[in-house]
């Protein structure tokens, strides 16, 4: 008895995360039936911009030595350091 009880349990769980997921599913199917769903998904997905839009990527330079601080110079030092 206590071990159908258990399997009873498992087995229930399983159907209640299948059921959460079939309605993410059907939601994102759902979405993906707009254009902007579409749009949000090839932007997100794939990468890609509507025509005359740029894309700007901003990579970490990891050997880059970390920058100097500076604490004199006040605001015409902070400029000064901000462009070399």
């Known amino acids: 008895m206590q071990e ?3 399997n009873k349990k498992i087995a229930e769980d399983k ?3 299948l059921e959460e ?3 993410k599913l059907t939601s994102d ?5 707009t254009d902007e769903g579409k749009e949000k998904f090839f932007r997100e997905n794939l990468g890609l911009a509507k ?3 740029d894309l700007i990527v901003v990579v970490e330079d990891k050997n880059k030595e970390a920058p100097e601080s500076t ?3 006040g605001f015409w030092g902070f400029f000064k350091n ?3």
């Not at 199917?29 to 039936?33: G, H, I, V």
């Open 82 to 84: 901000w462009f070399k």
């Open 29 to 33: 199917t759902n979405s993906l039936q």
């Open 51 to 53: 025509e005359g839009e």
């Open 21 to 23: 997921q079939k309605e």
């Open 71 to 73: 604490d004199s110079g």
């Open 15 to 17: 159907v209640a995360q």
């Open 4 to 6: 159908t009880g258990k």
